[in-house]
């Protein structure tokens, strides 16, 4: 596939793999931030292939990790309604809530149904009048134009049976609570290529600068991140902190201009909790009182519970970057993509679902 | 989650907030949103997640940064 296989060039990869060695003469430490580049990583095994003196910490980049357990527990009191049609994106259906998973509800008999897009449950929401049609609205900054879109679709379309349930995170405050955090590690970040996609790089450049740390806008083939590896690792022995945009081909430094309005349109910026880690201020998305309409919480009445995480687990301290999986009791014996006790084990972007798939053996 | 796809436009329809075509992901065609691209048409690259376009692909950007790997390669073999 045209602008993916050029990517996989093994003799481009081997060519960056030489350029970082020869480049290298300290110890580095800096952290991918997507979930989809930790997959990258582990599948294409790439933190074996660079020197002992670059490590890559796993960041917190997986929305499905993140979503806080008591979203997954409104998720499963609403699709287990005899009058919803609960719709998804697949990755969510085995993330385990205090009271079991979607995948569960729906095997107990509940209306649950795995969408592609959340256009797609807009449409299954005119088509069926007589059904009340929730969507999981999940993700980072990627996602929330595709689910603004339906919300303004179902707005557009007057529909009385459409709602969101709305879990939506940000990734730079999620960076400034790492980068800000007692004991941090991480000397430069590859920054998420589809998150700055939809919103450009110019927002990293405040992080950048207070916390004197590289970041490099950075794809998401083995290629991909070899450059910006090797863009991060020269700044660090130049002594720059700046934003660079590796994955030239899809970012521009504004972002997308249509993509933003939209989720100006329907969202606003609220403090959002996320699973492993705690609330974090000014760092998700909620929807704004006029799309209140479309909003499953309040359709639904679902009261929130505060739920207590799992004790065994370190998920938190991996989603930052200061342990990694390998480094848990629990990992791959108590905790398992089976049965996962915390946020990094629940999806297979989640740094120790990568690590229990791809590095087991090692 | 944040997995995004390019694929290439073979057909629009549709204008404004209804603006959607067939965009083909290697022999996959599926209905794709173009509302975030109004500057991509048919015979463009287009980076889609969940349904919905994100970006259109800069192709000289594209080249420009694979000429750029290559030589990288070139000039550290004649080092």
Redo the contacts between chains.
């Keep these: ?4 296989d ?1 990517y996989r060039d093994p ?2 990869a081997e ?2 793999v ?2 970082i060695r ?1 480049l290298v003469t300290h110890q580095w430490t800096i952290m991918e931030v ?3 580049q930790t997959h990258s990583i582990m599948k294409y095994g790439i933190d074996q292939l660079l020197p002992s003196e670059v490590v890559l910490l796993h960041g917190p ?4 990790c993140v979503t806080p357990v008591e979203i997954l527990d409104k998720a499963f009191e609403i699709a287990n309604r005899p009058e919803v049609t609960f719709c998804s ?1 697949g ?1 969510m259906l085995r993330v385990p809530g205090s009271h079991g998973d979607l995948l569960s509800a729906k095997a107990a008999g509940a209306d649950v149904r795995i969408v ?5 449950a807009v449409k299954f929401a005119q088509a069926h009048p007589d059904r009340q049609v929730v969507f999981l609205a ?3 900054e ?2 929330a ?2 689910n603004a ?1 339906a919300v ?2 179902a707005a ?1 379309l007057q529909l009385k049976n459409f709602t969101v349930l709305v879990s939506h995170v940000l990734v730079p405050p999620a960076i400034e609570a790492i980068l800000a955090a007692p004991g941090n590690q991480v000397q430069g970040f590859l920054a ?1 290529g ?2 700055c ?2 919103m450009g790089s110019t927002e990293y450049e405040p992080i950048a600068r207070k916390y004197c740390v590289p970041i490099v806008v950075t794809g ?1 083939e083995p ?1 991909d991140i070899l ?1 910006g590896v090797y863009m991060v690792v020269k700044q660090l022995e130049e002594g720059r902190s700046e934003v660079e945009n ?1 994955y ?5 430094s504004e972002g ?1 201009r ?2 933003q309005a ?1 989720i100006e349109k329907v969202f606003r910026v609220i403090p959002r909790k996320w699973r492993g880690i705690g609330e974090i201020p000014a760092s998700g998305l909620g929807l704004r009182e006029e799309y209140s309409a479309f909003d499953a919480e309040l359709r639904f009445n679902v009261a929130g519970n505060v739920v207590e995480e799992s004790q065994d687990c370190i998920s938190g301290l991996i989603l930052q970057g200061r342990k990694k999986p390998p480094d848990c009791p629990a990992f791959g014996t108590l905790c398992t993509p089976e049965q996962p006790l915390g946020a990094t084990m629940v ?1 297979s ?1 989640g740094a120790c679902a990568a690590y229990y798939r791809y590095a087991r053996g090692r | 989650m944040c997995l995004a796809v390019p694929g290439i436009i073979e057909s629009i329809e549709g204008e404004e907030f209804a603006r959607t075509g067939k965009v083909n992901f290697g022999g996959v065609v599926r209905d794709v949103n173009l509302v975030c691209v109004p500057e991509a048409g048919v015979g463009d690259y287009v980076v889609v997640h969940v349904g919905v376009a994100i970006s259109k692909v800069d192709k000289e950007e594209a080249e420009q940064v694979l000429e750029y790997l290559r030589q990288m390669g070139e000039e550290d073999v004649k080092a």
Aim: charged share 20%.
């Design positions: 596939m045209k602008f993916v050029e003799a481009l060519r960056l030489t350029a020869q997507c979930g989809g980049g997986c929305p499905v994106f990755d592609y897009s959340p256009l797609d999940v993700g980072f990627t996602t134009p595709a879109l303004d679709q557009r998420a589809h998150v996609t939809v998401f290629v450059q590796q030239s081909r899809s970012v521009r997308n249509p993509a939209l999806s972007e």
